[in-house]
């Protein structure tokens, strides 16, 4: 299948820069796939649409401000954006610098408080790298770090990224480890989980740490050429159960984001797991463990567009955006959202 069949117009002034005033404020539309129909709501109107016993499925992952600069021996700057640490003191990332530096070169990161090696260069930007300090990394990088945020959302300086480092976070964000932020989740607020709770609707939380395998593009011409990257996913047992207890009682499985759908579908069955998935799901796909998603809308010609044609339909997806351009719904990470039931 062709990546380009995945392809829509999206004119610019539609991407949100910043979020709504409110986490509660965004609109929802919502697809009936049996039907084709599309609504117009608001995300405060979600409870509406579950009822006791469907367990509503949230990506408890936490952001961490990944987003470093540093300084070669040279003295050239270096950007990075740390993915994971894949064992202790060795981080993949991507790197960024006026002149590519080669495997062995040494940066300062952090006011001169970490150190950096390059052990390995990498495909697109890749690296991997050893990082010492005195302090622990996940302390420095709250005070040096920045958010993680994507390159079609602009900032111009530090400064500017104040309101982003509560905003591009979950209210239930608690296990560090994303470089990327379950944007779904980005509109839930205490009282909306609260009017959840008082409708029997339980959250169950999972974790998936979003990294490169999220929001790499895809560039090959053929959607099965394109290499998803693994991300690291934990499923407890107390979800797991949360979960069977759902199917026994014949309710529905609401996935909060993809990155809910893509550890829902990395389980052979509803148990608890742990592991690396990199899961690519495309049209046609069966789904096993999901009945209904809520989710941001998605650039064009991503895995994330592709994963909501093979819930719906491409012709039924691409319909429901031409729609919400039309009503200039906001996009992408800050953007609305759509619920597919």
Known sequence: MKTELFDYHLPETLIA????????QSRMLVLHRASGMLEHRTIRDLPEYLAAPDCLVLNNTQ??????????????????LLLHEEKP??????????????????????????????????EKGEALLHIESNRPLLELLDQYGLPPLPPYI?????????????RYQTIYASQPGAAAAPTAG????????????????????????????????????????????????HVTSEAAQQLQETRQNGGRILAVGSTSVRTLESLPSLQPASGATDIFIYPPYTFRHTDAILTN?????????MMM??????????????EAVAHQYRFFSYGDCMLIL
């Open 154 to 166: 602009r900032r111009k300086s530090p400064e500017d990224y104040t309101t982003d480092r509560t």
């Open 63 to 80: 952001v961490i401000p990944a987003r470093l600069f540093g300084q070669k021996e040279t003295g050239g700057k270096i950007e990075l």
């Open 186 to 233: 980005l509109h839930f607020t205490p009282q909306l989980l609260d009017h959840l709770k008082q409708k029997g609707i339980h959250p169950c939380q999972l974790t998936l740490h979003v990294g490169l395998g999220t929001f790499r593009p895809v560039t090959a011409e053929n959607i099965t050429d394109h290499t998803m990257h693994a991300e690291q996913y």
């Open 89 to 122: 003191q060795h981080w993949r990332a991507l790197l960024k610098a006026s002149r590519r530096p080669a495997p062995g070169s040494h940066f300062t990161l952090c006011n001169g408080e970490a150190n950096a090696t390059l052990l390995q260069d990498g």
């Open 17 to 24: 820069q910043h979020p709504a005033q409110q986490r509660d």
């Open 309 to 322: 044609s093979a819930f719906s339909s491409r012709e039924q997806l691409l319909n429901a955006y031409q």
């Open 297 to 305: 809308f998605h650039l064009p010609q991503s895995t994330l567009l």
